[in-house]
């Protein structure tokens, strides 16, 4: 069974710094590319950032690109994003989300994991 | 950037043929997803390549239109299937979702 699970959510101040994780098990880690999905309270789903199998390839959405940093470990089958500089609108469940290529859909978000929830507090 | 416009709420019945449509901004081919959330927990992919049911979906979910209009329908709502439903493209990144519409209890 896939399973994704998040962790290093929390209460941090504006301006500050925290480091997600995101522990893959049931699957070849090493094999998907791997994505980071937000959700801000009561809002829709908005993807953040995207990391190859390899992590030759990342990209990153406007609204992060420069303060969040997507990295991978597949020795020990991990997915992280460093955050920084965070703002209130960086408030809001995040999730991590494997990727598979499709020919007829290019990439397809296939399984994610329960989310994690950061809040910024001034 | 690719805008997607989705419909925020339906109301419909369990039995109802429930239509969800997506519009892009300019044309994405099929490079189009369907997901499904319910409160509290994550997305589900329902559908993808437009049209292409993710295994273990029930076959009353199905998928269709290319370019820039999309549909999904479920052919007989069941209790089970009220949520929200996302759609996903990924012709161009940044992949953008559509804002999401909510089925709800008529």
């Known amino acids: 069974e896939v399973l994704l699970v998040e962790s290093g959510g929390g209460l941090v101040q504006r301006g500050g710094s925290l480091r997600l994780s995101c522990a893959a098990s049931?699957?070849?880690?090493?094999?998907?590319?791997m994505n980071w999905v937000r959700q801000a309270p009561g809002k829709g789903l908005e993807w953040i950032s995207y990391i190859s199998s390899d992590s030759n390839t990342v990209y990153y959405a406007d609204s992060v690109r420069g303060r969040l940093t997507i990295s991978r470990d597949n020795g020990k089958e991990s997915l992280y994003l460093q955050m920084s500089s965070l703002r209130d609108e960086d408030t809001a469940v995040y999730y991590c989300a494997s990727s598979k290529w499709e020919l007829n859909a290019k990439w397809v978000f296939d399984s994610w994991g329960q989310g994690t929830r950061v809040t910024v507090s001034s | 950037d690719i805008q997607m416009t989705q419909s925020p709420s339906l109301s419909a019945s369990v039995g109802d043929r429930v239509t969800i449509t997506c519009r892009a901004s300019?044309?994405?081919?099929?490079?189009l997803n369907w997901y499904q959330q319910k409160p509290g927990k994550p997305p589900k992919l329902l559908i993808y390549g437009a049209s292409t049911l993710q295994s273990g979906v029930p076959s009353r979910f199905g998928g269709s239109g290319s370019g820039s209009a999309f549909t999904l329908t479920i052919s007989s709502l069941e209790p089970d299937d009220f949520a929200a439903y996302y759609c996903q493209q990924t012709d161009s990144v940044p992949w953008t979702f559509g804002q999401g519409t909510k089925v709800e209890v008529k």
């Open positions: 049931g699957f070849t880690f090493s094999r998907y590319s």
């Open positions: 300019q044309s994405i081919g099929s490079y």
